[in-house]
Every structure is written in C-alpha cells, then in structure tokens.
C-alpha cells in the first residue's frame, strides 16, 4: 500500500448542507495514485488520533482530490474550521479501493447519508452505465445529486421520511432493480445495517457486490487492531483490518452481526 504523508493546500471549502462540507484539496502526489473508495487520514489541532474521510473525487490532471465529511464530533469540528489557503495534515490515500471493470454495462451505487461521497468517484468512472441510489434522512441532509446528474448515471433519490425523493429505504428501489434488469454489480457504503441488507439482496440474486465499511480508526494503516471485522476467506474466519484490508470489501466476505 503506497501512500504519503503531507501538508497539502485546500483551495476550496463549501457549506453543501448542515454540519457537511467539501474541500479541495492540492495534492498532485496523491491524486495520481488514489482509487475510487480510497480514504484521507487526517490530523488536525491537538488531537493524538487522525480523522478518517473518504476520497470524493480525483483529478489527477489538475492534481487535486475531493472530500466531503459531516461534523460528529471534536476532531471533525476542527477540520470543519480549516479555511482556504490552510494546509491540511494527511496521510493518504489509505487503504483499499473498489474494484471496477470497463466491461460492466450496467452497475447500482447506493450511498446511505454520508456513506454516498464514495460512490461520486465510481459514477465517474461508470458514467451513464451507473444507476445511483442515495439515501438521508430528510430533505435537508441531501447532498451531491447534482453532481451524480453531471456524470450522465441516473439518479434515484430516497428519504426515510419522505420529504424528496422516494419515501422509504434505498433497499426498495435497489430490490425492484435487482428484479428487472441485468445487473454487472452493485457498490455500496453507509451504515451497517444497510450493507448487510444489500450484501444479502446480492448474494440472492447472484450478483457482484463490494460494500465499504465505516468504522472508528487510530492509526489507519493497520499497525493497530482498532478496526477489527470478522470476516470469510478460504471458508475460514478472518480478523480483516478495515484501514488496511478494506474499507472495501466483497460483500460475501463480511460476517455481519445480527
């Protein structure tokens, strides 16, 4: 795993809804060789522990990476007050990305909440053979459509609550996919229990399926045993690192509790 560590230049900072905000980030060395599903580990004022974020998007022409984080605690508080022209502290890129194919005709991207930055760097990859379904809570902790829109994939809005988009989990529409069409893979991040679902509606259907997995890390590297899943290889139980073996991870590989 081939990564670096830096102080790069944010050159852009956004407000793009309560509490979730987008940098751009000048970084010539990382944009290069970052892959979709991919994250950034960040240290920030006197915390001992880096953040980690996912990789929004890549330009490796003008050498710049996006991310897109929400505020949860202290630590990413700090980060939200970094300002254009501020040098940010990372390590990156960390860990392992999804694996995509030319030859795919057709992929689903489903994003929970702030589990749907991820899949902006596999729509623009797949372009208009990507169907994208996102899900939030409500109206207003939507995010990216725009952007998903501008790489040519449609887009299927979901809210738990029914104020945009379809009234209901991203498993509906995903399921009546699933049902219809001829479906190459589905790529998928957010929270625990919507990536077992999905891990399951794939495994039924037959279909390939890598989910990335949101978990507390220290040293993003795997030199700890912080993030820790229990996961399937060679039909034996295997302790997985998520910074180090994932965050990606093939969606029949992963023993899901519950």
């Known amino acids: 795993m081939k990564y670096t ?42 915390f001992t522990l880096r953040r980690p974020v996912s990789i929004c998007g890549t330009d490796k022409t003008k050498g710049t990476i996006r991310i897109v984080f929400e505020v949860r605690g202290e630590g990413t508080a700090e980060i939200s007050r970094l300002n254009v022209g501020s040098l940010i ?5 960390l860990g392992n990305g999804f694996t995509t194919n030319k030859n795919f005709n057709k992929v689903v991207l489903v994003g929970g909440g702030i589990g749907t930055p991820p899949m902006l760097s596999l729509a623009e990859i797949y372009g208009k ?29 979901c809210t738990d609550d ?16 699933l049902g219809n069409d001829t479906i190459d893979a589905v790529y ?25 997995l949101e978990e507390r890390m220290a040293c993003g590297i795997g030199a ?19 910074c180090k073996d994932g965050p990606v991870f093939n969606g029949k590989e992963v023993i899901w509790n519950g």
């Open 129 to 157: 053979k990507a169907v994208v379904i996102s899900g939030f809570r409500s109206a207003d902790a939507v995010i990216l459509q725009e952007d998903f829109r501008k790489t040519g994939a449609e887009t299927i809005l």
């Open 188 to 212: 998928a991040c957010g929270p625990l229990p919507m990536l077992k679902n999905i891990s399951e509606m794939c495994k039924k259907n037959n279909v390939f399926c890598e989910v990335s």
């Open 89 to 93: 502290d990372m390590l990156a890129p």
């Open 5 to 46: 560590q830096g102080k790069y230049l944010i050159i852009e900072k956004k407000a793009i809804a309560r509490e979730i905000y987008s940098f751009l980030i000048e970084c010539p060395d990382v944009a290069e060789i970052a892959r979709a599903g991919q994250f950034v580990h960040i240290r920030t004022g006197n």
């Open 162 to 177: 029914g104020s945009l988009g379809v009234h209901g989990f991203v498993t509906q529409p995903l399921g009546e996919i």
């Open 224 to 242: 700890c045993l912080g993030c820790a899943c229990r996961t399937v290889r060679n039909d034996e139980e295997y302790f997985a690192h998520v």
